[in-house]
């Protein structure tokens, strides 16, 4: 449903779409019996000449069902939710899958800067291509992004891939995604991070192999033997 | 012992700086956090007036204000948060609703420590001063977001706001200093100060509701104000505890922050349950449904807010096992907040209803307050937050709950209590012109902005263009939407600000005491009641929602009626 | 300006008279200050065991000195409170000016410690550990000269033998503060 708004750019959006649904559905329903009953309620008691209100307490067993059923049925809907919200959580943030090239990606006041890779796909090397605001990398691979500040807090987030991670300074925070096609796709900071934080724009671009594999080459530093 | 308050009094004749400017009367405390907290929220709405235009028309001189730079939308923005959750909802919701309406809810001439009560205003007047202070010094106010994460808010380097950064905090310290003293007059007050006969089942929910926010307050504030203190001597004197260079560590003011911020949303939310508890039984003349229940889910929400708070910091980089733990609390403490609010419905049913103003804004608060609540549940699921974190989708969640809560409880009280505080009539025809206009005009802001946030819009960006994705005409068709509204609910609050002033002085009379036929104590007080509130202290024979009991003639029976 | 007490103040539903109610009140606002403020410090000392170094250079013998002046001060301020039962107002007095004289032993004491350690180069922004620890001590050390403060505006009133029940009450906050640097002292000097 999300889709709608926001394509699937990644391995786990779908996961997350999924996700945002059964929560739709279940929240939903509930948001509409709410106001439902309220309204009904507002009408059907509205005051007439004449017509004494009634002295309910709340107190009796057969008043309190009408309170307990409910309040049981929400709980096991939370439960629903909470389940698929932590096998969700867990595949995107802690279950890590094996990465097939690992990128770092910088942020700063106020813009974003990544490391690639190079054609020898090692991190460190000399063949290592540095850009700012613009990411390349290669679809149906997995990445796994090394994220850093060299300031305040940022934030690292491609909403087409539902992957959002904040940036701190002193730490490395390494996260995942598998890009599923190709495009480009905006890169934001999504933290408060000064008077540049709605200027932090920045592109993700996902190639085929073929495309990547001549980006890199055309990008690699000068004086470095390419294979 | 029902003696009055004028045996204990040596009164002389009090001037008008005693009565008005220093005075010792709750009543008139309570109306200087009432006053003074309007004229916040209205500066408040003036910074969301401006920002919203320059979302909808951006790069435009906007009418009232001029050109909006990138820097003083930032200070628009973490203002206009930290002015609406400090200056406005919490001084009207506890201050001053508290001040005025326990010790005459309780059978009480005042409250226990009136000069400690006096002390805290004067405080919170301080803190007011500071604050606006902080917008006029050099580089501007402060524009680091409400919730001031460093390195960010510590170091001037970054914030480009060196004095705007140090006056904000200091003005939040201040207030929390004031909040904490008034909030020891509220609990001792309600503790030890009772009429004769009251119960603690017989208290009215909005007393105990009251209470229970200055507890939890209380409760919550003590870690944030050491925290203050530590981003103070970051700013000032150049320490390192939210530095990493110096070992320090930015995610623990997180921490520390959320542990008091999200209690905090609860110390504004159980007021404005309070006040529409009030209202609704009084408008549809029922007693209301499970008094105990009203009281355990009180507690437990309480309590449970307290283990909650990382949910807003799934995405900070908190150890992710962390996460598991946040979200199942966080869905928890839906169940005793939904029970609370299915509570409130099942009291309309049976009942006799009639759509007074008040009325009718206590009902349109739990209708609004019902779609806050539900859209919670997207971002208290770990996996779902990934997605809406820092999205407008969030932005809107927390305004479908703090706008009913500040806003539209407000009104109901402000609209209930109004011929008991100035022995008048508001207009009731302008009341529901008022009523209509904010109800559609608000939703008319934020429905549209759980679409632009869950397309992508991200927070606390000046200009949307700069983002292709974001910059298409659908999406600022909606902003301006948004904006639009913003300014049509603004207007319709001249209409509810020309009641309320013209009918001050100008308004119906209202000679009863009672004119709603309640059962609570205020009401047996004179509208507006003296200094001392009652000439003879009344004792309490019964709970304070017995309408409609059977066997009665009337439809209500007083707290302090003789059996 | 002749304002007497509201009839509310002599109301005692719980049965524990407001002024002490409202003071444990008080006292519980400032446990989750210092709470939260030494949770933060624990916290970091279990992450930098490196710290033992540094706080190896407080002086334990002036804070054990200090800790001593407290306690007796502690002792004072209860005998204090015992002869404004009993009405005697001179001795009540002359005990709470020695408690007074108790904090300030303690303010001297620190004093000292802080303009050497300040002089050996630690001072609040030479490392984390010196951070805490001089944050923590200063608003202990706030918190006692209010209390003195407060102490000595009661004593005035003792003196003509009104509110003496506010003793008690000074008793309990200052008890509070003695409390706060049984915490404070092994927390920043012992554990090296």
């Not at chain 2, 507690?299 to 283990?307: E, K």
Request: with cysteine.
């Amino acid at each position: 449903m999300i889709e709608l708004l926001s394509s699937n750019g990644s391995s786990f959006a779908g996961d997350i779409n999924n996700l945002i649904l059964i929560i739709t559905v279940l929240s939903g329903f509930w948001l509409l019996v709410a106001e439902a009953v309220l309204f009904w309620l507002i009408f059907k008691f509205r005051r007439v000449p004449g017509v004494r209100a009634q002295y309910i307490t709340g107190e009796r067993k057969e008043e309190m069902k009408w309170i307990h059923w409910p309040h049981n049925l929400i709980l096991v809907c939370d439960v629903v939710i909470i389940v698929f919200a932590i096998r969700v959580w867990y595949h995107v943030k802690q279950d890590l899958p094996e990465a097939q090239s690992t990128i770092r990606v910088i942020g700063q006041q106020w813009a974003w800067r990544y490391v690639m890779p190079g054609a020898d796909n090692i991190l460190g090397t000399k063949d290592d291509i540095e850009t700012v605001d613009e990411l390349h990398v290669k679809v149906d691979t997995v990445y796994h992004f090394k994220l850093e500040s060299v300031d305040v807090l940022h934030d690292f987030s491609v909403p087409q891939f539902r992957l959002k991670q904040d940036a701190i300074p002193g730490r490395i925070v390494t996260g995942w995604f598998k890009p599923t096609k190709t495009g480009t796709f905006d890169i934001q900071c999504a933290e408060m991070c000064g008077i540049g934080h709605g200027i932090m724009m920045s592109k993700l671009v996902v190639e085929t192999a073929e495309e990547h594999d001549k980006w890199v080459a055309s990008h690699t530093p000068a004086g470095v033997a390419s294979n | 012992m029902a003696t009055s308050h004028a045996e204990h009094h040596d009164h002389h004749e009090m001037s008008f700086w005693e009565k008005y400017i220093f005075p010792l009367d709750h009543k008139v405390i309570g109306m200087q956090y009432l006053f003074t907290g309007i004229l916040m929220g209205v500066l408040g709405a003036y910074f969301s007036y401006v920002f919203r235009m320059q979302l909808a028309f951006p790069g435009t001189e906007v009418p009232l204000f001029g050109l909006v730079t990138s820097a003083q939308y930032n200070s628009l923005i973490t203002n206009h948060g930290t002015i609406m959750i400090f200056w406005f909802a919490m001084p009207i919701l506890v201050a001053a609703f508290g001040n005025y309406l326990i010790p005459l809810m309780i059978g009480a001439d005042d409250m226990v420590f009136p000069r400690i009560n006096r002390l805290s205003y004067q405080i919170f007047f301080i803190s007011v001063l500071v604050l606006i202070a902080s917008f006029l010094v050099h580089n501007g106010g402060f524009g680091g977001a409400w919730t001031a994460y460093p390195p960010l808010s510590a170091k001037a380097e970054y914030n480009l706001t060196p004095w705007g950064s140090i006056l904000w905090l200091v003005a939040v310290v201040l207030e929390f200093v004031a909040f904490l003293l008034g909030g020891i007059n509220f609990i001792t007050t309600l503790m030890n100060s009772r009429a004769r006969g009251m119960k603690m089942n017989d208290i009215p929910i909005v007393c105990w509701m009251i209470v229970l926010a200055s507890i939890l307050f209380m409760a919550s504030a003590g870690p944030l104000i050491a925290g203050a203190a530590m981003l103070l001597f970051d700013q000032t004197i150049g320490t390192g505890f939210f530095d990493p260079a110096r070992g320090g560590d930015p995610i623990l003011w997180q921490h520390l922050f959320w542990f008091f911020g999200h209690p905090e949303v609860y110390v504004v939310f159980l007021p404005a349950m309070g006040i529409v508890a009030e209202v609704i039984t009084t408008f549809s003349r029922k007693k209301l449904f499970a008094y105990k229940v009203v009281l355990f889910t009180t507690f437990a929400t309480g309590i449970l807010s307290f283990f909650v708070w990382a949910h807003h910091q799934f995405i900070a980089g908190i150890d992710p096992r962390l996460a598991n733990i946040f979200t199942v609390t966080t869905l928890l403490i839906s169940i005793p907040i939904a029970e609370m609010l299915f509570v409130y419905i099942a009291t309309l049913y049976g009942g006799a209803i009639e759509l007074t103003t008040a009325m009718l804004f206590a009902l349109g608060f739990l209708a609004t307050f019902l779609i806050g609540g539900v859209t919670g549940v997207f971002l208290g699921a770990s996996g779902a937050d990934i997605y809406f974190h820092d999205t407008y989708f969030v932005l809107a969640h927390f305004h479908y709950t703090f706008v009913p809560i500040a806003v539209i409880a407000v009104f109901a009280g402000l609209y209930y209590w109004f011929p008991k505080m100035f022995g008048r009539f508001m207009n009731e025809t302008l009341g529901k012109i008022h009523f209509w206009g904010t109800m559609i005009g608000f939703n008319g802001i934020f429905m549209p902005l759980f679409f632009t946030g869950a397309a992508g819009d991200h927070r606390r960006i000046f200009d949307y263009s700069n983002f292709p994705e974001l910059a298409v005409s659908s999406l600022q068709n909606l902003r301006t939407l948004a904006t639009i509204c913003v300014v049509i609910t603004i207007l319709f609050q001249f209409v509810f600000f020309w009641n309320f002033f013209y009918s001050m002085f100008k308004g119906k009379v209202c000679t009863e005491k009672n004119p709603w036929k309640a059962n609570t104590l205020e009401w047996f007080a004179a509208s507006p009641p003296p200094h001392g509130n009652f000439p003879v202290m009344p004792e309490v024979y019964r709970g304070p929602y017995e309408f409609s009991t059977p066997g009665r003639e009337l439809d209500y029976w007083p707290q302090n009626e003789k059996a | 300006m002749g304002h007497s007490t509201p009839i509310a103040t002599t109301r005692s539903v719980t049965g524990m008279p407001t002024g002490r109610l409202a003071v444990w009140w008080v006292i519980g606002s400032e446990i989750v200050i210092f709470g939260g403020l030494l949770m933060c410090y624990l916290m970091l000392r279990l992450k930098y065991p490196h710290w033992a170094l540094n706080s190896s250079h407080t002086n334990t013998f002036a804070g054990g000195v200090n800790t001593f002046v407290l306690l007796s001060s502690s002792l004072s301020i209860v005998l204090a409170h015992h002869y404004a039962e009993k009405k005697e107002e001179l001795k009540a007095v002359g005990f709470i000016w020695a408690t007074i004289f108790g904090g300030l032993c303690f303010l001297v004491i620190k004093g000292i410690e802080w303009t050497t350690e300040i002089q050996n180069g630690y001072t609040i922004t030479s490392s984390l550990f010196w951070s805490f620890y001089y944050t923590a001590a200063g608003l202990h050390a706030l918190h006692v000269i209010a209390g003195m403060i407060l102490m000595g505006w009661i004593s005035i009133d003792v003196m003509q033998k009104k509110n003496m029940h506010r003793v008690e009450l000074i008793g309990i906050y200052w008890h509070f503060v003695d409390i706060v640097w049984i915490f404070l002292f092994p927390l920043l000097y012992i554990a090296k």
